[in-house]
């Protein structure tokens, strides 16, 4: 045998040693695929990420992406529910506490204050924290179910227990401003830059200065008024005189009112509750101009 041809048949006979993978993969071996599986083609990786992706993207449009709801407490998955601060004004009248009854048919839920009506002990607590009689007055209704919901009727406020929602959100008082004034449109305010005894408030494109702003500020704020729904209107209350108007404010759960009659002027939250669950006053606005715009400082 030539040179030659000894070199030629060992290369022949080496070649399955170098690589063995190829040679027992073709022959079905299921240990030799395993092993062989590193080195397919890269395309078959990146087609299998492809694959993930859209399934993610599917997961994500339908509402299933996360399984842990980014910002919940503790890893729960809870979503953190924002605490609501409106009213929708297509809201069903059912809903809205407008009016004596609570259901139709049965007697008024409301009386006037100062008969056997009792602070139910669920609101005790949140009457008490946030300014009692002077922010809520005095209660004109026993603890009852307005649409299922824990609720009692005060002379300034109807509060409401929402269980979906921790201390201290859990008691809440019912928009009564907005309730109250619904069908009105109040003209809204020249956006201005806040400033030391007035503010812009954006979120409702109204104003508030002094003195309600302090007012405000220092006995609850957002959590107990809600936004401004007006700026300053002339109101006629119901226990003006003829042709005598107050001063007044609308926010989302009250009515703030100057009063000027004593020796300083002084600040009261209207009688709301008992103005929607005695039905015994309605709004009489004497004129809605356009506020004054506020000069650039």
Not at 201 to 212: I, K, L, M, N, Q
Request: some cysteine; proline content about 10%; aromatic content about 8%.
């Amino acid at each position: 045998m030539s040179e030659r041809q000894r070199d030629t048949d060992t290369e022949t006979r080496a070649e399955p040693i170098d690589r063995p993978s190829e040679g027992l993969a073709a022959a079905g071996d299921p240990v030799i695929e395993a092993e062989a599986a590193p080195f397919r083609s890269p395309r078959e990786i990146v087609l299998l990420v492809m694959l993930l992706l859209v399934l993610l993207l599917i997961a994500v449009a339908t509402g299933r992406g996360l399984l842990i709801r980014p910002g919940a407490a503790g890893g729960s998955g809870a979503a953190v529910q924002p605490l609501p601060t409106r009213i929708s004004q297509n809201r069903p009248e059912s809903e809205s506490g407008n009016g004596a009854n609570v259901n139709a048919g049965q007697q008024p839920v409301c009386s006037p204050p100062g008969g056997p009506q009792q602070i139910s002990s669920r609101f005790r607590p949140h009457y008490d924290q946030y300014g009692g009689l002077e922010i809520f007055g005095r209660p004109i209704s026993p603890e009852l179910l307005i649409s299922g919901r824990p609720s009692q009727w005060f002379e300034r406020a109807l509060l409401g227990f929402w269980s979906e929602h921790a201390s201290p959100y859990d008691i809440q008082g019912e928009l009564l401003g907005v309730i109250f004034t619904r069908g009105i449109v109040f003209p809204k305010q020249t956006p201005f830059v806040s400033r030391p005894g007035l503010r812009y408030f954006a979120e409702t494109s109204h104003g508030v200065r002094e003195p309600f702003l302090s007012f405000w500020e220092q006995r609850g704020g957002l959590m107990i008024f809600g936004y401004p729904i007006s700026d300053e209107v002339q109101e006629r209350l119901p226990e003006d005189l003829p042709n005598q108007t107050h001063t007044v404010q609308y926010f989302e759960r009250v009515r703030l009112e100057l009063h000027i009659e004593q020796s300083a002027p002084v600040i009261r939250i209207g009688l709301l509750g008992s103005a929607l669950c005695l039905a015994d006053s309605k709004p009489n606005i004497s004129n809605l101009l356009q506020p004054t715009p506020v000069p650039v400082p």
